[in-house]
């Protein structure tokens, strides 16, 4: 690991770990806003590791930022802090330095996107966003649309665009945003990024976060197994229940080699003259994410009896997490479609070839 | 709980030079090999292939140079591996040498052995077999039961192992043997023997030794594993490999390379590759997402192993990821079979009709065994949980 993803690891769980109780989450699940976790991680520069140096930042990789939204997903830390890092990135790469504070990103529909224009010396953008996490609560949102071919990305203001509040079932906010004629405070064309963006990276963000969310619920599986006793014995000492366990450490596993592939191929599509498809590895990694959030998930409230069933214990903040994040940005059967055609258009023959270029 | 690790690796430029050199090999040597002949993956053998693989020095290729070895890293080797894997080259003759009786010997072995038994495997023209299973010794290899009794100037053997693969064509056995009683623990008093079988011109040496190879027909009807029984075979002391008694570490030892390899996730890949043309022929949004999808673990598997061949390479134990790499392939290669049922009215065969068709009925059946061979997957996972602190 690089110095920098090793500090940056140790300071989100370090903080996480601390700040982020169970009281917290059962306030954030009624709205309430955890301030103080915010401003910590702001205050250790948790919030835009993305963001280059020419625009405020500290230019770190992908797979260093993976770290911290990864750890975001283990804790089930009740802000968007993996949405704000990407937030901050696409600005970033629309030549805009990134303010400070909770953001979030929108980009409208696959059917019916965000519209961009200009009027006189303003930008403004029209459209509805559904599901936009945190869309009421943050300060400012990252919208993106095309303009003239190329991806535009904007700011708009809290306040400039009508908010109707919903939330995924791990009770995180997933608001309606409507735009109408608002107004777009920054905006500038991020080269390089297709129109897709939100959707692509925003899959990429849930893909980290299982992986996360699927470390803790294996931590405590193996916690609990090793206390809860019956038949005279710790559960966690019968094999059946240590098969299981074994597999949901599988899972673990898998998923985070397949984000850090696909971070490890955004960072060489950055970094490369030559062409690097990390499209792909983005979509391998949440087919294979979203398919293991409900393995894993069944099997450590398997392995937690009745109490995991509880509202209680901890374990539901992170299974019902899994089970909403796989869903979002493309569930892992569309991904999975998208990969299929793009296997196909590839070829059999040529199929090795093109998972050997990125080494 | 112990934590696994699955990092990132950043492979050195003479593997992607290597890889340049292993495809255009393959096109010249390769070219023509039927798909259901590549399905064969690492059990397919052919000796003059191997002989060509070893005049590339490809064989052994991390090897001192000393043995025969090219002494390069272990990603060029693992970037050949699965080149050859990949193009289902028949590499199943030097396979077992090459991967683990060589750094066995290389680790354990004395000087003599290593000149004696090294440069032949790297001129792939001496091939390996491992004699552990016993019949009534499978997962629970400490209950090993084929004697080896001290006699003046080395052993004899007695006994029985079974499922030696290749072991009717092999020049050399590494085997397992007990050499003492130990009723407080079962793992001391195992050792480790070279034992030949064939010299280096290739005449069967075993009989008058004592050694008898019956082949065992596989389900498949093929002649892959046999049976060897010993009766009072000789073997000087010169054939101990490391200690006396201390063959159990060793073991585990080689073991540990035997898990994490390409060739634990892509003994399927013929059938990926037959599935991805038919699915050109006759597209369907299902296909598309099932084919996706494979595609999606073969990302991660990849991802997975090469990470253990950079632990592997730092000089890492890495027995819990290998396990890890080792159950998730094995699920891979056998679930590929099915899937490609679901998503293609084909029925398999044996040998005749479309190359899906074959393919699919080649490895229908032979992939039931690649949760058995390497350790079970239960045991695996036996291994997992004890990382994970449950045992
Ligand atoms: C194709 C092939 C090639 C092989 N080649 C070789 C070779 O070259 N040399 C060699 O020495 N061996 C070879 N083997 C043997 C292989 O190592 C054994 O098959 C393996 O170790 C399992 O032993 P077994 O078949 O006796 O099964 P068993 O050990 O009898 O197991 C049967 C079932 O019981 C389960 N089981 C056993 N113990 C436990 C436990 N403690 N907890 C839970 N479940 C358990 C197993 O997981 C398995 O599902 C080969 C096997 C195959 C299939």
Redesign the interface.
Known sequence: MSDIRKMLAETVNRLLADIVTTEMLVDAEQGIWPKELWQAVEENGLTMPLVSSDNGGVGCTWLDAMVVMHGAGHYSAPIPLAETILATWLLDQAGIQPPMGPLSIASGSESQALQFHQESDTWHVSGVAKRVPWGGQVEQIVVTGMSEGKLRVGLVKQGNFGVENSQNMAREPRDTLTFDNALVSMTGIANGLPENAVSVYGSLLRSIQIGGALERTLSESVLYANDRTQFGKPIGKFQAVQQNLAQLADEVAAVGAASTAACAAIDLAFSSKEEVDSLFRIAAAKARASEAAGKASSIAHQAHGAFGFTYEHILHFSTRRLWSWRAEYGSGDFWAEMLGRRVVEIGADQLWVHLTATD | ?QT?S???V??PPA??TL?EEAREFLKEHNASRKPLDRAQSWSGADPEFSRKMGAQGWIGMVWPKKYGGQERTSFERYVML?EML?AGAPVGAHWIADRQSGPLLLNFGTEEQRQKYLPPVTRGEMFYCIGMSEPDSGSDLASVRTKATKVDGGYLINGRKIWTSNADKAHTMIALFRTRTNEQNRHDGLSQFVVDLRDSNGNDLKEKNGIFVRPISSMLGEKHFNEVTFEDAFLPDTALVGSEHNGWSQVMAELAFERSGPERYLSSIQLV??M??A??DS?S?Q???????L??????????SV?VAGKLNAGEDPAL?GS?VK??GAIFEQEIPTIAQQIFSVEPTLGDGSDLEQVLGFLIQNSVSYSLRGGTR?I???I??R?????
Do not use: C, N, W
């Open positions: 709980m696994f699955f990092d990132p950043e492979m593997a992607a890889r699965e990949v590759i037959q991805i043309k699915l050109k597209p949004p296909g598309y997402t099932a084919i996706g999808r595609v999606a673990h073969l990302v991660t598997l990849r991802q997975m990470s990821e890890i159950d998730l239960e695996l996972r036996g997992i949980a990382g994970l602190g449950l045992r």
